[in-house]
């Protein structure tokens, strides 16, 4: 069975820094994975998606690495910004269509 | 906004209510989900429907009553709920159910309807 997990929980960084949010996951057949964004009181934002047979995708000061063969996904984030402060979820697509999700990291990016 | 609008965004219930939350999508989109985000918890897969026909129910309880009367509209009826029951209920939509497009869809959110069972 396919779990996800997310470590840390929680994260407070102070602002410009550049920080990693990490994502494993136990089963490496799947279809692809993604990362969203919550911000309290909304939805969840979908930042990245990463198929299966790629490494790495980017948007902006965003960068999602996949390595299907240890389980492991990370996102960065560069020169972060008070803006940034929200949960990241991170959920893989398996076999199976379905979707697993983490419980997410929630960010603070201190002034 | 992703043109997913959830309404009520607040709700509070006795355990003897009936209630019915309601999901729009202004997409085009052909699949639409509900999902439970209970605190600390990975989301949980309710009720998938594709062409408004009901595709998969994750073992859901059946005081949780799906309908979707057309391609934009998902409705999730409430009834003699428990407090456990509380929490936030996420609608979704994508432009096909996941395995039948080019790829697999990204999934568009509602803000989701905090509930809290008393």
């Known amino acids: 069975k396919q779990e996800v997990t997310q470590i840390p929980a929680a994260l407070s960084v102070p602002e410009g820094e550049n920080l990693v949010l990490n994502c494993s996951f136990t089963d490496s057949a799947i279809y692809n994975l993604q990362w969203f964004r919550q911000d309290p009181g909304k939805g969840l934002t979908s930042l990245l998606l990463i198929q299966s047979s790629q490494r790495e995708q980017t948007s902006g000061r965003l960068n999602a690495s996949l390595d299907k063969s240890s389980g492991r996904s990370t996102l960065y984030i560069a020169a972060s910004q008070p803006g940034d402060s929200a949960t990241y979820l991170c959920a893989v697509m398996d076999s199976n269509y379905q979707l697993i999700w983490g419980a997410g990291t929630k960010l603070i990016i201190k002034p | 906004e992703t043109g997913v609008t959830q309404t009520p965004r607040h709700l509070v219930m006795g355990m003897t209510n009936k209630k019915s939350l309601k999901c729009e999508q202004h997409?085009?989109?052909?699949?639409m989900y509900w999902y439970k985000q209970s605190a600390k918890k990975p989301l949980e897969l309710m009720f998938v429907y594709s062409l408004e026909e009901r595709v998969e129910n994750n073992s859901v309880p059946s005081r949780f009553s799906p309908e979707c009367p057309n391609s934009s509209h998902l409705f999730l009826h409430l009834h003699t709920l428990q407090p456990e029951d509380s929490a936030l209920y996420l609608c979704?939509?994508?432009?096909?159910?996941w395995g039948y497009g080019r790829g697999q869809e990204t999934q568009y959110f509602g803000p989701g309807t905090r509930l809290l069972v008393l």
């Open positions: 997409l085009g989109h052909n699949a």
């Open positions: 979704a939509s994508s432009q096909e159910r």
